[in-house]
């Protein structure tokens, strides 16, 4: 049972279930049946993820909103929706349930962090990057964005996958002209 978030009551009615993200979450659409208004809920399995190491040796359960934050701040104004940063969420909670290791250390997390990352946009990942890495001085700056204008940029990357995938549409049609039979 679903309370309403305008009126309280509990009977709500679902009027449009589907899948959501990379299909780890059920988004519904509700309508209260007292008041009348609509809403979205989005459904996600609980998972039983391993505890995390902090640097400071403290053991701590993982917190998914600490996740998303960090990765909200560093995308703060910067052209990524947010099922962008949602299936970047997910890859990093998939990660952690295929850790067969037991618990996970913090910088790891870090690490899948800056990966996906990596892939969505340079800007959010240097931010990222000098938060997580301690970075002290300019140096450090300038060292992690040489090493990033050696890479292709994240749009050339997802163009190049969707050539891969045979999706790419820009490809000029061969002409047909003087090849007839």
């Known amino acids: 049972m679903m309370r309403c978030p305008y009126c309280g009551a509990l009977d709500t009615k679902v009027t449009d279930s589907r899948l959501h993200g990379d ?57 990524i929706t947010t099922e962008q ?3 970047a969420i997910n890859h990093i909670k998939r990660k952690l349930m295929a850790n ?5 250390s913090a910088e790891l997390i870090g690490e899948w962090v800056l990966e996906e990352l990596k892939g969505l946009d340079q800007v959010a990942f240097v931010r990222f990057a000098s938060v997580y890495r301690q970075f002290e001085d300019v140096q450090a700056f300038h060292e992690i964005i040489e090493r990033l204008q050696m890479e292709p940029t994240p749009e050339i990357r997802r163009k190049q996958h969707d050539f891969l995938d045979g999706k790419e549409a820009t490809q000029p049609q061969a002409s047909k002209k003087g090849h007839e039979l």
């Not at 067969?100 to 996970?104: I, P």
């Open 23 to 79: 299909g780890d979450q059920i988004r519904r659409r509700r309508t209260c049946l007292t008041c009348k208004e609509r809403f979205t809920t989005f459904e996600s399995v609980e998972l039983n993820l391993p505890r995390i190491i902090k640097r400071d040796g403290r053991r701590v359960s993982f917190d998914g909103s600490k996740l998303r934050a960090g990765i909200a701040r560093a995308m703060e104004k910067r052209p």
């Open 85 to 87: 940063i949602d299936i």
């Open 100 to 104: 067969v290791e037991g618990d996970v």
